[in-house]
Nanobody, 125 residues
Framework: QVQLVESGGGLVQAGGSLRLSCAAS????????MGWFRQAPGKEREFVAV????????RYADSVKGRFTISRDNTKNTVYLQMNSLKPEDTAVYYC??????????????????WGQGTQVTVSS
């Protein structure tokens, strides 16, 4: 069992930056691939980024590539999402999720067994 708690969301102007954190409980955090997803009002949950168990591999949605960076610190049981050059279209609730297949980089929410409660990110124009 893994419990996930996101933090770091907020209101920022377009062009600004935010850093999201996702703290995990459980001794097996370092074996999980960790993903970030987002969901805007009236839209489906969409993939943002994923990082493998070791941090050695990452994958990004085209919409955030070059602007967002996913990282993890297994000693702190935490995964991060650094978001730069934010745009109004990045406005959404951001969720972190854990996939027990730690070496995979899946973009489908169905591949993830555990989810956090989400943190709101609002980007004003």
């Amino acid at each position: 069992q893994v419990q996930l708690v996101e933090s770091g969301g907020g209101l920022v102007q377009a062009g600004g930056s935010l850093r999201l954190s996702c703290a995990a409980s459980g001794r097996t955090f370092s074996s999980y691939a960790m993903g970030w997803f987002r969901q805007a009002p009236g839209k489906e949950r969409e993939f943002v980024a994923v990082i493998s168990w070791s941090g050695g591999s990452t994958r990004y949605a085209d919409s955030v590539k070059g602007r967002f960076t996913i990282s993890r610190d297994n000693t702190k049981n935490t995964v991060y999402l650094q978001m730069n050059s934010l745009k109004p279209e990045d406005t959404a609730v951001y969720y972190c999720a854990a996939n027990p297949n730690g070496g995979t980089l899946h973009s489908s929410p169905r591949s993830y067994d555990y989810w956090g409660q989400g943190t709101q990110v609002t980007v004003s124009s």
